[in-house]
């Protein structure tokens, strides 16, 4: 598999996702629709998430083949209650299923591998919010099992840049990039002249900057911030597509949060 690519089938260079951790609940009528159709097509989840996972797969309705779903087991018991429910909203198949902040790790991952056997689920990840755990998950990247992480990036949380994206890289696993807004405490205060001085870049708010800050570096395929607004669906969408930034660019961007 080459870097960047999500999983199988998956999407290959940087693009913007929309996570649901806190937002579906509460979100304006037609937040995934708008995501749908400005270009968003990975969608992430979790049974964690109170009812995201059922309220996604409600607003995809007949529109699930456009979506590439990213779900999740979390449960430190067995997962084949979890995993009925989310393939029975998501039409029989789990594009890309994570075991959540490695959480009984082994027995998902046999779980997953038969899933995927009988072509239920298509690719397999883990996550984990916690640079404290990033050795583990080291290693659960070099078992071979899984063909993608979801890890927290953004320009203050930067911990994932010394072991996991470099080894990510070697393997050529796919890189789900989770807080790219940091829970959206980095956008509350915008710095003076950035914006502007990005607009070659097509940035046009500071909330695409940071996305396009994260999706500049070639080891991550896909941000997924999360919102509960219609309009920032395509907002964020935006940032997805080239010129990336060079060093200067991201430079700016992480100077400006500092
Ligand atoms: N362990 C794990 O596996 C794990 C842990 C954390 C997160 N995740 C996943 O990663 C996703 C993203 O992380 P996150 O939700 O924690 O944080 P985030 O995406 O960095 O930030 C989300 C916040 O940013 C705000 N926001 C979004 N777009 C905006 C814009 N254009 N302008 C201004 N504010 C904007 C949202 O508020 P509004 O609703 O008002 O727009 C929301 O409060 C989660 O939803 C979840 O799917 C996974």
Redesign the pocket.
Known sequence: MESRELGAGGPRVGVVGM?????LE??DAGVIEAGLDAGIRVF???P??GEAERLLGEALGARRPEAYVAT?LWTPGDGTAQATAALGWYGGYVDLY?V??LVNTRAHLDLLERLRGEGQVRSIGA???SAGAFGELADVMRSGRIDAI?V?Y?PRQREVEREILPLAQELGLGVLV???????A??RREPAGVVEALRDFGIT????ALIKWVLSDPRCTCA??????VE?AA??AAAGSPPWFGPQECDLVARSVA
Not at 178 to 184: A, S, V
Not at 224 to 229: E, N
């Open positions: 996570g649901t951790w806190q937002t509460r979100a992430d989840s979790s964690m998430y999740k994570q959540h902040n996550t984990h919010y979801q927290p953004n989770m807080r790219p807004l940091g829970e959206g980095l956008v708010t500071w909330a695409q997924i911030p999360a919102t509960s607004r920032r907002e964020n």
